[in-house]
T-cell receptor, first 114, second 111 residues
Framework: DSGVTQTPKHLITATGQRVTLRCSPR?????VYWYQQSLDQGLQFLIQ???????AKGNILERFSAQQFPDLHSELNLSSLELGDSALYFC?????????????FGDGTRLSIL | EDQVTQSPEALRLQEGESSSLNCSYT??????LFWYRQDPGKGPEFLFT???AGEEKEKERLKATLTKKESFLHITAPKPEDSATYLC????????????FGAGTRLAVHP
């Protein structure tokens, strides 16, 4: 058990809809990262938050947004969903913003767009 | 552009048959290289961090090594429970903490 909790485990929805994925980091970790894993792209970095502030952005679509709350949990919001957004979405956490420490991953949310 | 390439894509071993997985990387400056194991339906599980060429880390039947251009994950006398996808990732200078992942090696160990 990595200590990172993601909910829900599975999400099935339709094109054009909006969903919210939730992540609780490991106790003591202030940085949260979101990654997308699809069959053809592998694991791709989306965005990083540290103590409530956005720190780094990857190839995150404008239809996607995230935030980190005062209790350090994070949410990833995906809107105007398209078939191509079907993927596994992982959250990871680490202690600080720039330390070279391993990131620990949750078990992901599997998003299926019908 | 920072890039990570893993080979082979898939590897089938008999129990006890040792082998190595390769991770080659091209980055502007390496801050750290990470190995993860991923089981079906699960998130990546951290195995090792390597920081500089010449460094080695060991855990049970796994040993990770690092050179200036690549890393190897050596699996000695594997067991069926070692079957998983092994992912290599790097953190590069100027990339903050984001991890750049390779596509992984799917390892199957048969009794």
């Amino acid at each position: 058990d990595s200590g990172v909790t993601q909910t829900p485990k599975h999400l099935i929805t339709a094109t054009g809809q909006r969903v919210t994925l939730r992540c609780s980091p490991r106790s003591g970790d202030l940085s949260v990262y979101w990654y997308q894993q699809s069959l053809d792209q592998g694991l791709q970095f989306l965005i990083q938050y540290y103590n409530g502030e956005e720190r780094a952005k990857g190839n995150i679509l404008e239809r996607f947004s995230a935030q980190q709350f005062p209790d350090l949990h994070s949410e990833l919001n995906l809107s105007s969903l398209e078939l191509g957004d079907s993927a596994l979405y992982f959250c990871a956490s680490s202690p600080g913003p720039t330390q070279i420490k391993p990131q620990h991953f949750g078990d992901g949310t599997r998003l299926s767009i019908l | 552009e920072d890039q990570v390439t893993q080979s082979p894509e898939a590897l089938r071993l008999q129990e006890g048959e040792s082998s190595s997985l390769n991770c080659s990387y091209t980055v502007s400056g390496l801050r750290g290289l990470f190995w993860y194991r991923q089981d079906p339906g699960k998130g990546p599980e951290f195995l090792f961090t390597l920081y500089s060429a010449g460094e080695e880390k060991e855990k049970e039947r796994l040993k990770a090594t690092l050179t200036k251009k690549e890393s190897f994950l050596h699996i000695t006398a594997p067991k069926p429970e070692d079957s998983a996808t092994y992912l290599c990732a790097v953190q590069a200078d100027g990339g903050y903490n984001k991890l750049i992942f390779g596509a992984g090696t799917r390892l199957a160990v048969h009794p």
